[in-house]
């Protein structure tokens, strides 16, 4: 707070007020902050009440932002209704040289610029006006959100180096990588900034960006903007949500610790008992490879500009659901065969020179080849609201899938042959699915099903006895 009063002149991205509290006017002057903050390259905007404008001494201020609401809503979430593309304002108290101040913190616009009422705003001088307003200050501030990267952002900055390597794990950066670490603290930042985990800032600070925070941070509640990004796991006693086993909150980064992660999801999976000759034998429900790539991906390709979301892998005693914010930017049923895109794309590339994913554009197909294997109901892509959710099932008969399960095995089924320059048949599909060969009428009529669909077709129609390929092939 200090460091902000100290501003030798009032920046666009900076506000001071009195004790003007009217709702409008702060819902004006968060869009207008916001915005101004996005053009700076700053990482937040800020307004402040019980400061004098001019001389910006503290005077205090009566204003409390827990109590003041609008109609019968809290000023704070009447604020989220107000603001799209719904940035978390934060509000807190502060006492400076005697004098109780208020200080409003919201998210610099990164996609969008942050508009209250639907008009956005921006400070131009000292004054709030509408952004529409000044043709060359918009086409500034969307030069910027063009080439925005949530990555980049400062997530901590101007502090020491010993604070920087305090709040990094950077030594499962280097093991991650197959490195040494150094052993001199300028070697390892200097390392760190030339992976873009860290930044310098004045006076020989350092800042810290999102991606190291959110890769190798020992303690993500360190960052208040990247908590609610923490990995939560949650086991279940039965098939539905009404008994909870187990709650794990993560709280390290991802890759740090993803290790841990996956070995504590694998110790909450249930397993099959396997009676060999001598001895019983506990063997996974679940192909590891496909528990790893899809938390993986949860974690790659979510959408960090989702404030308040993080990824959620749920347990329950027939399937495992992983979610993660954000809409996919390839459509579900096409993840098989198209290479990944993902909004974080130096997130991505440093995952998997850490070895935590799979190669580009290899995931997802090893996940459904390995769930092919293991004679499992296929997995389930989709959307829902703003979310993407895999859901990977437990051991089923064939008896036991329903229709939708049987067309999407063959469906998947025809896209991986497809990928290896082969197809769909009576026969593979028979095998895919654990079905005796006097079965075949059985899985005829899955075929035809898919086909009437549109999802398969015949590869040669020419030549029925070719088999199949995928529709869009």
Not at 12 to 17: C, I, N, T, V
């Amino acid at each position: 707070m200090r460091d902000l009063l100290a501003e030798d002149v009032e920046q666009p991205w900076l506000e001071f007020k009195d004790s003007n509290s009217a709702a409008d006017l702060i819902g004006r002057t968060l869009s207008a902050v916001s915005n101004s903050a996005a053009i700076a390259g700053k990482p937040a905007g800020y307004v402040i009440w019980g400061v004098a404008d001019v001389l910006r001494a503290p005077i205090g201020t009566n204003f409390v932002p827990g109590k003041k609401k609008i109609g019968n809503q809290p000023l704070e979430i009447w604020l989220t209704q107000k603001l799209d593309p719904n940035p978390v304002a934060r509000f807190a108290e502060v006492q400076i040289d005697g004098r109780r101040l208020v200080m409003a913190e919201i998210p610099a616009a990164s996609t969008s610029p942050i508009k209250f009422e639907g008009v956005a705003y921006v400070r131009v001088g000292s004054s709030t006006t509408r952004l529409a307003s000044h043709p060359a200050v918009e086409a500034q501030l969307w030069s910027k959100l063009q080439s925005f990267m949530w990555e980049s952002i400062v997530a901590v900055e101007f502090l020491t180096l010993g604070e920087v390597l305090e709040l990094l794990d950077y030594k499962s950066f280097f093991e991650r990588l197959g490195l040494p670490a150094p052993e001199d603290k300028q070697r390892i930042i200097e390392r760190l900034a030339a992976d873009k985990l860290v930044s310098k800032d004045a006076g020989g600070r350092w800042n810290i960006l999102n991606l190291g925070a959110i890769l190798i941070a020992h303690d993500l509640k360190s960052f208040s903007r990247l908590s609610r990004k923490a990995v939560r796991v949650i086991q279940y006693a039965g098939e539905d949500k009404l008994e909870t086993l187990r709650r794990i909150d993560g709280r390290r980064g991802y890759a740090s610790g993803f290790e841990g992660l996956v070995r504590s999801i694998n110790a909450s999976l249930p397993k099959n008992e396997f009676i060999g000759e001598a001895f019983r034998e506990e063997r996974p429900m679940y192909p590891p490879i496909a528990i790893r790539e899809t938390v993986a991906n949860a974690l790659i390709h979510q959408d960090m500009t989702i404030s308040g979301a993080g990824p959620l892998i749920e347990i329950f005693e027939d399937r495992v659901e992983i979610t993660n914010p954000g809409e996919p930017l390839v459509l579900p049923e096409r993840m098989i065969d198209f290479p990944p895109r993902s909004r974080n794309e130096a997130l991505a590339a440093l995952m998997r020179r850490m070895k935590i994913c799979e190669e580009q554009g290899s995931g997802v197909d090893k996940v459904i080849r390995a769930v092919e294997m293991f004679q499992l109901p296929p997995p389930d892509f989709r959307t829902f609201g703003n979310n993407m959710k895999v859901t990977l099932f437990g051991h089923r008969s064939f008896s036991e899938m329903d229709a939708e399960e049987r067309i999407r095995a063959a469906y998947q089924h025809a896209v991986l042959r497809y990928l290896v320059n082969q197809r769909l048949t009576n026969s593979s599909l028979r095998q895919r699915l654990g079905i005796a060969a006097r079965n075949a009428a059985q899985v005829t009529r899955i075929i035809n099903d898919a086909r009437d669909r549109g999802l398969i077709k015949l590869a040669d129609p020419s030549a029925p006895r070719a088999g199949y390929i995928p529709g869009w092939a």
